[in-house]
């Protein structure tokens, strides 16, 4: 149980160009959903916490127009990077929490290249 | 943003041996949890601790949850080769459920 997809694993785009990432939560409703950014050797760094049918709220330095999260029901939330550049190059990881719990499990990931 | 430090950085063990890393911070966590990561996938929950003194065991994996809150521990026993990976602590402070990660511990088991 608690199983979350990302789609896609993989995507390269070019520069100027916007991609949506889609996290979906397989079987089970998530309260919240979380958007996650990780560099090569390096740890996860949150980028912002989503709710179903509310604004998304962003950490400190990451920018709410280039990154548009949308959490349109209780499985499914979309990550947006607009107007992507090759500094957006990433892994992009989501992840989901399950109700009241604490933990939180986390979808494949998605490596964005921009060229 | 702010991470937690992991010890050691990285490890090299030969398969059958008992590994041992951790993770501290300057400040008090209500909850500690400890994942794994194989390259270019998501992490994956191993244990979750709730209790200071807590002691949790997940197989082969024993986590503890440090008496001072400000420390955890990750014991692998009779390490194999699929234990190759990133293992990473994550904390959660009082008043929210937000993850602050630490820095990770790279292990890489020889056969």
């Known amino acids: 149980g608690a199983v979350v997809s990302q789609h896609p694993s993989r995507v390269i785009c070019k520069s100027g160009t916007s991609v949506k990432i889609e996290c979906r939560s397989l079987?089970?409703?998530?309260?919240?959903m979380f958007w996650y950014r990780q560099f090569p050797k390096q740890s996860l760094m949150l980028m912002a916490t989503?709710?179903?049918?509310?604004?998304?709220?962003?950490e400190q330095g990451v920018e709410k127009d280039k990154f548009l999260i949308n959490h349109a029901s209780l499985t499914l939330s979309t990550l947006t990077v607009t107007s992507a550049h090759p500094e957006d190059s990433s892994f992009y990881i989501c992840?989901?929490?399950?109700?009241?719990?604490?933990?939180?499990?986390f979808g494949p990931g998605t490596r964005l290249t921009v060229t | 943003g702010q991470q937690l430090n992991q010890s050691p950085q990285s490890m090299f063990i030969q398969e059958g041996e008992d590994v041992s890393m951790n993770c501290t911070s300057s400040?008090?966590?209500?909850?500690w949890l400890w994942y794994k990561q194989d390259p270019g996938e998501g992490p994956v929950l191993l244990i979750a601790?709730?209790?200071?003194?807590e002691l949790t065991s997940n197989g082969r994996l024993t986590a503890q949850f440090g008496i001072t809150r400000k420390d955890s521990f990750l014991n692998i026993s009779a390490s194999i080769p699929s234990d190759v990976g990133i293992y990473f602590c994550?904390?959660?402070?009082?008043?929210?459920?937000?993850?602050?990660f630490g820095t990770g511990t790279r292990l890489k088991v020889l056969a």
């Open positions: 994550a904390g959660i402070g009082r008043g929210t459920y937000k993850y602050i």
């Open positions: 992840s989901a929490r399950l109700g009241r719990n604490y933990e939180q499990y």
């Open positions: 601790l709730y209790k200071a003194g």
């Open positions: 079987d089970f409703q998530a309260t919240t």
């Open positions: 400040s008090i966590f209500n909850t």
């Open positions: 989503s709710n179903e049918g509310s604004k998304a709220t962003y």
